[in-house]
């Protein structure tokens, strides 16, 4: 159990305007380069050759996943709108208490790249809510044989919440306040 002296109370370093501004900065970033790489994608690799990156580290490739990663529930299209809005709003939820300039960033992120997929669910073939998801980097193979093919809001998520994930094991609150993670209480 945490006391009141495992706590450090420094002054947040962000405003909550400061971090608000921060995770629309990023969640609109991740959106608008998900976009358009997606849309590079469709339009020039779609109808051409795989194009090889870092001397075939990865690959950018064509590729619609109609499921969730792996192509997990690809008959259940329909879910992930309503998912990817059911984590889009509990992220704005949780902005309401961010002043932490690291959490901000974390929820931009994985909220960029919910609704960077958001949009492919909702306004790609084949029909509205059942959009597949543009898919395009690979790794070590030029046909997705080694890695699942992801695309930059796949990318987002993932470093978002792993960075979500480090914050809170090293103690950094979305307030601002740093849990040090002493235990003085005895063991019962």
């Known amino acids: 159990m945490t006391t009141q002296d495992d706590i450090t109370t420094t002054t947040p370093r962000g405003s909550r305007r400061r971090a608000w501004g921060l995770f629309a900065i990023v969640a609109v970033a991740v959106i608008g380069i998900d976009l358009a790489v997606k849309e590079w994608t469709t339009s020039v690799i779609a109808h051409g050759e795989p194009v090889k990156v870092l ?8 590729a619609r996943n109609s499921g969730a990663a792996f192509s997990m529930f ?17 992220l704005l939820v949780m902005l309401r208490s961010t ?12 909220c960029g790249g919910a609704a960077g997929n958001l949009g492919d669910r909702i306004f790609r073939a084949p029909k509205p809510f059942h959009g597949h998801v543009v898919d395009m980097f690979s790794f070590l193979d030029d046909h997705a044989g080694h890695f699942p093919v992801f695309n930059i809001a796949d990318s987002a998520l993932t470093v978002g919440v792993a960075l979500a994930i480090l914050l809170e094991f090293t103690g950094r609150r979305r307030d601002g306040v740093r849990v040090t993670g002493k235990d003085t209480t005895p063991d019962a």
């Open 55 to 62: 001397g075939g580290l990865i690959y950018v490739i064509y």
């Open 99 to 110: 002043v932490s300039v690291p959490w901000a960033v974390a929820l931009g992120l994985v």
């Open 74 to 90: 690809s008959d259940l299209t329909w879910v992930f709108p309503i998912i990817a809005t059911a984590v889009i709003g509990w």
